[in-house]
């Protein structure tokens, strides 16, 4: 997505002008505009000038923004500029508000004294008025500009309203005052008078000088939803420490290079981000995670950028920088976010598009109605001026935008990031949560437990098999192994053709002679196994342990067992997420037995075990017919269901193609952040509803008053001030309740609302079904001589005794035995299986 500057939009319908122009443009597939950052997100093939052409011809500006956002450059483009201006023009306009109302309100209705000169003069009076009203007009002439040049261009927005407005009631105050003349030196004291209450020019400068009050309110408060990204961006470190020809050198940050050594103090910030060569010490991540806690790093570590060195003076290397660091990704994150747009905004972006029309056509139809109603130009007027001032566009336009930036903004706080406003959005309707088991339920990095070599081969000799073997592998159990065989020192021999087969185990040669290793289906594939470690495995596997299984040249050398331990906050993240109304399973390619153990630990309400990456994506397409399905992982092997998933989410820890991979990512790798993004994501959906509903209720309610439509039944009228003076705080209101985002606490179970859980009970049924999609196949055997139940009961017997199969149904009635096979057997087995029971095998298919 290519990024843009967009400036002189004032509203929602500008908003949707630009969007829709560009949208126009030959090449361009999707088109996200932002009133709130003044940014815009495109997709396509079109290029760039063609596009800034098309915003340019629809009376706006466009640049391509910078690719880097990590500098100060960027926090200085998010800097609110705006306020102080209008702040500036909202001072100046009350110093030449007061005089005029002083002269239109406090003499004329509370008979304040004026100046002898003006005593009696009605026409000097109105000469003050126009003279004070210009000078407003003049200081606020940006109203006028906007609002008529986008109406020029057929586009009218927020600002056509308000000059139309104003300009109608300066106009008619105008030819009031030169009615007034005629009738002066006619020397008609009663018609002079009477023109006297014609004057409209306080609400022309009341009009104005109210709305930029709002718009100075809104623009402060805009500006606040952006501080978590400019804060974001203030972290990047300025200066850095390398060493360039054997000499320490000070410089930028931005002219570190991939491969710089750099060297930092304790109290320093990391520039960039590396790996440690030398030293040790406590870093402070908080900036980029939330985590209070300093997180201790050595010799081989991994350190991030603009997080601080606590202690020890540590020697890096630079490998990543600029754009690439993790500071820049998140800020990346955050700030495509903001750029894209929610589901849910389409329904006001809709409105907005054909919002402005309609008032103008509105307030044209009041005018007209009154004065077919017999009411005078001046009351007909003010009901028209009234609904075009009251009417507020902005106030839809921003209703969803800023509760998302301040949803983003908490999140990042915490280390939640979501990369789209989609995401947000969708992460609070999930009705399902299917979790990873290693990495992230489990701390994914499992210890060697159990150690059984067959007889005649020693532990030695299996344990250096299987650390030369798994020396290659980057599996969290392989490093289990290597680990151990490191700490016991034993011997590593290089392997030739390493090939690894996810989710089953890995191949090799070492010395001419074939090595395999991994789990007890790919082993039987090569050679069997002895019932006696069978027997063994799957009282380790019911313990909770992973038995792998290691032979050399078709002999089997024996069977080393690891544990992963759950993490600490894995059983009470799954218990809120349970209390949330939503429904957990827990995928694993281990074995059953082992899955089912660490599933109750966790305290899941479904476990799938024995599934391979792409059965991964398989369960979450079907899972998807049950719910909206979120997906929790941090492996490669998790991508493709990490995308198949409505949510994918990510384990910070994980790897880059899983966070590539996925739609929100967890920069703490704690399972207790899933139910936190889920109640925020509930929390910025509220929010947002609460907006729609006020700025819908908002523009329902007070345009029918401004209309003057209970004038007949309750007698009320509303004078274009105070039309002017809602329409000014509508939008205010609107930012300030998704401000209130940041008091929300992700972290507390009191407010949550459980969820209506509609998942129905056959999702208990989806492991079965899902294992004979990935991992099973079935045989149907037709047979004859079955007479009863006695003799179903045999077969079934005979069938089930078979390590091969992993159930059979048999029917007597159809004559038919259905096998669910856990790996390939020869039709001749299964035949001679039932022959032996004195029944015949017709067929199998």
Not at 217 to 234: C, H, P
Not at 298 to 308: F, K, L, P, R, Y
Not at 552 to 562: D, F, Y
């Amino acid at each position: 997505m290519e990024q843009y500057s967009i400036t002189g939009m004032t509203c929602a319908a500008c908003q949707a002008r630009v969007e829709k122009v560009v949208s126009n443009v030959p090449g361009v597939t999707d088109v996200s505009v932002s009133l709130l950052t003044n940014s815009m997100g495109v997709e396509g093939t079109a290029t760039s000038a063609d596009i800034v052409a098309a915003v340019e011809k629809a009376g706006y500006h466009a640049s391509v923004k910078g690719a880097q956002m990590e500098s100060s450059q960027g926090a200085e483009a998010l800097a609110d500029t705006e306020t102080p201006k209008l702040l500036k023009r909202l001072i100046i306009s009350l110093i030449f508000l007061m005089p005029l109302m002083y002269l239109s309100m406090g003499h004329m209705m509370w008979n304040w004294p004026l100046p002898g000169f003006l005593n009696n003069n009605h026409v000097g009076m109105g000469l003050a008025q126009l003279l004070f009203t210009v000078i407003i007009m003049v200081i606020n002439q940006r109203f006028f500009i906007s609002g008529f040049t986008s109406l020029i261009h057929r586009a009218p927005n927020m600002d056509t309203l308000v000059a139309m407005g104003a300009t109608a009631a300066f106009g008619y105050s105008t030819y009031a005052l030169f009615a007034m003349t005629v009738a002066q030196t006619a020397g008609n004291d009663k018609l002079v008078m009477s023109y006297m209450h014609e004057f409209y020019f306080e609400s022309a400068a009341m009009i104005l000088t109210l709305i930029t009050l709002g718009k100075t309110l809104e623009a402060y408060s805009k500006g606040k939803t952006t501080d978590a990204l400019k804060s974001l961006m203030n972290l990047a470190p300025k200066m850095a420490t390398v060493v360039r020809n054997e000499q320490e050198m000070l410089i930028s940050a931005d002219q570190v290079k991939k491969g710089d050594i750099f060297l930092v103090k304790p109290g320093e910030s990391i520039p960039v981000d590396g790996i440690v060569l030398e030293g040790n010490s406590a870093i402070d991540e908080a900036t980029l995670t939330g985590e209070s806690i300093p997180v201790d790093k050595a010799v081989g570590d991994t350190v991030s950028a603009a997080t601080i060195n606590q202690s020890g003076f540590i020697k890096c290397e630079a490998t990543r920088v600029g754009e690439d660091t993790t500071l820049s990704q998140i800020i990346k994150m955050v700030s495509d976010a903001a750029a894209t747009k929610a589901p849910i905004a389409k329904i006001a972006d809709k409105v907005s598009g054909i919002f402005v029309p309609a008032v103008i056509t509105i307030a044209i139809i009041t005018i007209i109605g009154w004065l077919l109603a017999g009411e005078s130009v001046g009351f007909a007027l003010a009901r028209g001026i009234s609904v075009l001032v009251i009417s507020c566009p902005c106030a839809l336009g921003l209703a969803t935008p800023v509760a998302i930036m301040v949803g983003n903004g908490v999140g990042a706080k915490h280390g939640i990031l979501f990369k789209t406003a989609v995401s947000l959005e969708e992460a609070g309707k999930v009705d399902i949560v299917a979790l990873d088991k290693t990495g992230t339920i489990t701390n994914g990095q499992p210890k060697v437990t159990d150690i059984l070599p067959v007889d005649g081969i020693s532990e030695q000799e299996l344990l250096e098999t299987a650390f030369s073997l798994e020396k290659k592998s980057e599996h969290p159990l392989a490093k289990a192994i290597v680990e151990y065989g490191e700490e016991k020192n034993f011997t590593v021999s290089v392997v030739d053709n390493f090939k690894a087969v996810p989710g089953n185990g890995l191949t090799g040669t070492l010395n001419e002679e074939t090595l395999i290793g991994g789990n007890l289906l790919f082993i039987e594939k090569s050679l069997s196994i002895s019932r006696k470690l069978k027997h063994s495995a799957e009282q380790l596997a019911s313990a909770g342990k992973t038995p792998l299984f290691f032979a050399k040249e078709n002999r089997l050398l024996g069977m080393i067992a690891v544990a992963d331990v759950i993490k600490e906050d894995s059983p009470q993240a799954i218990k809120e997420l349970k209390a949330m109304g939503i429904h957990v399973v827990m995928l694993t390619g281990d074995n059953e037995r082992t899955a089912k153990a660490i599933g109750e630990q966790a305290g899941v309400d479904n476990v799938i075990a024995g599934v391979l990456p792409d059965g991964k994506e398989s369960v979450i397409q079907a899972l998807g017919k049950k719910g909206k399905v979120a997906m929790v992982g941090d492996g490669i092997n998790d991508a493709p269901a990490l995308t198949r998933a409505d949510v994918g989410i990510a384990i910070g820890a994980g790897t880059d193609v899983a966070m590539d991979a996925a739609d929100v990512v967890l920069m703490k790798s704690k399972l207790a952040d899933v139910p936190a993004a889920i109640r925020l994501s509930r929390g910025v959906l509220r929010n947002i509803h609460e907006n729609l509903f006020w700025a819908f209720f908002y523009n329902t309610i007070g345009i029918p008053l401004a209309a003057g439509l209970l004038i007949p039944v309750l007698g009320w009228k509303l004078n274009p001030m105070f039309g002017a003076a809602a329409m000014s705080l509508s939008s205010f209101c609107v930012v300030t309740n998704a401000l209130r985002l940041n008091l929300l606490n992700i972290r507390s179970t009191k407010k949550d609302k459980k969820k209506k859980n509609t998942i129905d009970v056959s999702l208990i049924n989806i492991n079965n079904n899902e294992k004979k999609e990935v991992n099973e196949m079935t045989k149907t055997m037709n047979i004859k001589g079955m007479m009863c139940g006695h003799c179903e009961a045999a077969v079934k017997k005979a069938l089930e005794a078979l390590p091969e199969v992993a159930s059979a149904e048999v029917s007597h009635k159809k004559g038919t035995a259905v096998v669910t096979l856990e790996k390939e057997i020869a039709d001749d087995v299964l035949k001679k299986t039932i022959e032996d029971k004195d029944y015949e095998v017709v067929e199998i298919k």
